[in-house]
């Protein structure tokens, strides 16, 4: 079995499916104080506080007051990282969903599976990517 690549660093992307994606654009950014990353699309726009990244994609079906969690990311520091991600992953015979793929705005990531059936996103992402966090003194 191939080794463990280098630390996940953090979970800072969540992507979410709403039926109404022009208002929760507007409530993130003029309520919160997001800013608009990347619209990927009309049904998808990727929002930012700088550290972090939401994703906000058209769903189209009615909501329940339930939330709907598309998927959850884990970041990656780099191109490289993910790749070996994925190749330790496929190695470990974890479900993938898909290969590495390009996003359009210099991201990639791919897809898989955890034991409940969650889909988890290992991300490489230049505007997050590399960070790094201190405790607070």
Not at 51 to 70: F, Q, T
Not at 127 to 137: E, K, L, Y
Request: overall charge negative; charged content about 20%; hydrophobic content about 40%.
């Amino acid at each position: 079995m191939l080794e463990r690549p280098s630390r996940l660093n953090g979970l800072r992307h969540l992507a979410l499916l709403v039926p109404n994606l022009e208002a929760c654009e507007r409530f993130y950014v003029d309520v919160l104080g997001m800013q608009v990353l990347h619209r990927a699309n009309e049904d998808l726009v990727y929002l930012t506080c700088g550290n972090d990244n939401l994703s906000l994609g058209r769903a189209y079906a009615e909501s329940h007051g339930v939330p709907l969690v598309d998927h959850y990311g884990f970041i990656v520091d780099s191109v490289e990282e993910l790749d070996a991600w994925y190749h330790y992953l496929k190695a470990c015979g974890v479900t993938l969903l898909d290969s590495p793929f390009e996003h359009g705005d210099g991201a990639r990531s791919f897809h898989l599976l955890d034991p409940a059936g969650n889909k988890v996103q290992p991300l490489y992402h230049p505007a997050i990517s590399g960070q790094r966090f201190s405790p607070a003194a």
